[in-house]
């Protein structure tokens, strides 16, 4: 297996590239198993292997397994797809209060398992600051946030942080997969009924509606007129969400207020009411949409707008606030 994998050296200075560190680490768990290896290996790899790590003086992590209930079963290894030092690391620094290195190496087993059977395995295993998001937000949101960016192995080092992208993305997407109707939030029918990264933001934006008890409950609207269905008793509410940002996931700055306004201004034209997404301006950009908004708008628009910040609550104003404020002029 030595041979196969055309090992060069492990350690800090390591030649071999992760793919086969990864292998080595798996069949060396088996190996330093005991003398009944959970998957019989040839006597010949495991003796090339003891003696490699003989010869090296390094040592090495062994997985924690679920022992079969009769001596003679067979209790299959999963991958294990970290190298020695970071399985170690993350046995030391995950286990909280009641839990032991035991349990957060079966965790890191079963994490690796899942990796394993990953269409994104290539992008876990080459970069490995992406297992923590792994870890804290679950695997299918992580692999949907990378689906949703477009990134791939070939082009992650290109893109503009590409990991607090996954991270930001994947963090909403735990969010909306929570609740099944709010997971329905991401489908947008103006896109096929198909997710897109500015759908994932109007969902954000109508949960954080709900939350902050801007809105009662919502439903994702069929049509692509507007974004969700407010249910009041027997009536219903049209809402468009209009989000508004100044940078690009690129870091390109893209505020343009002449665009922000009138894209605004035509969430009017309908029978819908406009949830005003400000979550992605900058203060300096906030501000000066306010201004132009209580220059522009008529206070019919204004009490047909709410103000939603999906992560500072202080920042959204319900219509009647809104009003007050653009009839004051205050801009804060």
């Not at 003086?57 to 003679?72: F, I, V």
């Not at 949907?144 to 990134?151: D, M, P, Q, V, W």
């Not at 343009?256 to 992605?280: C, M, P, Q, W």
Request: with cysteine; net charge positive.
């Amino acid at each position: 297996i030595v041979d196969a994998v055309g090992l060069k050296g492990l350690g800090k200075a390591a030649s071999i590239t992760k793919a086969k560190s990864i292998i080595l680490i798996e069949r060396t768990a088996q190996a330093f198993k005991g003398d009944k290896p959970c998957i019989p290996l040839y006597d010949k790899s495991i003796a090339k292997l003891k003696a490699f790590w003989a010869q090296k003086r390094l040592t090495t992590t062994e997985a924690t397994m679920a022992e079969a209930s009769s001596s003679n079963s067979k209790v299959p290894l999963s991958a294990v797809v970290k190298s020695e030092a970071m399985v170690e690391t993350a046995a030391t620094s995950s286990a909280g209060p009641g839990q032991t290195a035991v349990k957060v190496k079966v965790d890191q087993i079963n994490l690796a398992e899942t990796i394993k059977q990953s269409p994104y395995k290539q992008i876990f295993s080459t970069h490995e600051n992406i297992i923590p998001m792994v870890e804290k937000y679950g695997i299918t949101n992580v692999e949907e946030a990378i689906e949703l960016l477009k990134i791939s192995e070939e082009n992650i080092i290109k893109r503009y942080k590409p990991f607090e992208a996954i991270e930001n993305v994947a963090k909403d997407l735990q969010k909306i997969n929570s609740n099944p109707r709010w997971e329905s939030f991401k489908y947008d029918a103006a896109k096929g009924n198909t997710s897109t990264l500015g759908s994932i933001e109007e969902a954000i934006a109508g949960i954080a509606c709900e939350e902050q008890a801007l809105l009662n409950t919502l439903i994702r609207s069929p049509n692509t007129a507007e974004e969700f269905i407010e249910t009041l008793g027997a009536t219903k509410k049209l809402w468009d969400v209009k989000t508004i940002k100044s940078y690009a996931i690129n870091g390109k700055y893209i505020f343009n207020l002449e665009e922000a306004i009138n894209s605004i201004i035509k969430g009017y034209r309908g029978i819908e009411d406009v949830i005003f997404n400000i979550t992605y301006l900058t203060p300096t950009d906030l501000e000066t949409i306010y201004a132009e908004m209580a220059k522009r708008l008529t206070s019919n628009e204004w009490s047909r707008t709410i103000i939603i910040h999906a992560f500072d609550p202080n920042k959204s104003k319900t219509s009647t606030e809104l009003v007050k404020f653009l009839k004051g002029k205050h801009v804060s």
